[in-house]
Antibody, heavy 122, light 110 residues
Framework: EVQLVQSGGGLVQPGGSLRLSCAASGFTLSNDWMHWVRQAPGKGLVWVSRINSDGSSTNYVDSVKGRFTISRDNAKNTLYLQMNSLRAEDTAVYYC???????????????WGQGTMVTVSS | QSVLTQSPSASGTPGQRVTISCSGSSSNVGSKTVNWYQQLPGTAPKLLIYTDNQRPSGVPDRFSGSKSGTSASLAISGLQSEDEADYYCSAWDDNLNNWVFGGGTKLTVL
């Protein structure tokens, strides 16, 4: 079965750090752009970051720039999100997702992880 | 405030056709393809429509997508109770250099 299995997350104090992991199963993610998307409680989806297939190119939403780092280990078929200087407003369910390029001319997030909750609170 | 604008809610009765709209700008919907995601309560989002109007394998043909200018729409015909979910549109934004989502539309099947 093709899936992304997430781990990490939990409760952390403001200013603390956390690392999320996202392991691919049933496929190899080494050829794919990978993303993190988050969803605050009761709110909508917000794209957080992306990384290209070999890790040489990354992008971030402004609100996390300088605090979050996306990375990947293709040998381990795993994506990571290192989150530092965490704030209360980072509290959310974090999803990893694969983007697939379609011949019809665009990318879409076709495989999603199950999500992991990150709570930033004292 | 989301970059893409969706109505917060929509509703319909079983068998009806409902439409969910998504409004953007020239830097996203107007120049990039639009994707739609369905999120059932307590679950991860699922790709419903990609590149404006294409359905992934396994998505019923009751779901269809369209786009005109800077607006996109998701139509659901033959509404069923299991369609009750949140629906999100999404596109790449050339100005922000980000993927952007709509705020989501909560669909209620009456």
């Amino acid at each position: 079965e093709v899936q992304l299995v997430q781990s990490g997350g939990g409760l952390v104090q403001p200013g603390g750090s956390l690392r999320l992991s996202c392991a691919a199963s049933g496929f190899t993610l080494s050829n794919d752009w990978m993303h993190w998307v988050r969803q605050a409680p009761g709110k909508g989806l917000v794209w957080v970051s992306r990384i290209n297939s070999d890790g040489s190119s990354t992008n971030y939403v402004d609100s996390v720039k300088g605090r979050f780092t996306i990375s990947r280990d293709n040998a381990k078929n795993t994506l990571y999100l290192q989150m530092n200087s965490l704030r209360a407003e980072d509290t959310a369910v974090y999803y990893c997702a694969r983007s697939n390029y379609y011949d019809s001319g665009g990318h879409a997030f076709d495989i999603w992880g199950q999500g992991t909750m990150v709570t930033v609170s004292s | 405030q989301s970059v893409l604008t969706q109505s917060p809610s929509a509703s319909g009765t079983p068998g009806q056709r409902v439409t969910i709209s998504c409004s953007g700008s020239s830097s996203n919907v107007g120049s990039k393809t639009v994707n739609w995601y369905q999120q059932l309560p307590g679950t991860a989002p699922k790709l419903l429509i990609y590149t404006d109007n294409q359905r992934p394998s396994g998505v019923p043909d009751r779901f269809s997508g369209s786009k005109s200018g800077t607006s996109a729409s998701l139509a659901i015909s033959g509404l069923q109770s299991e369609d009750e979910a949140d629906y999100y549109c999404s596109a790449w934004d050339d100005n922000l250099n980000n993927w952007v989502f709509g705020g989501g539309t909560k669909l209620t099947v009456l």
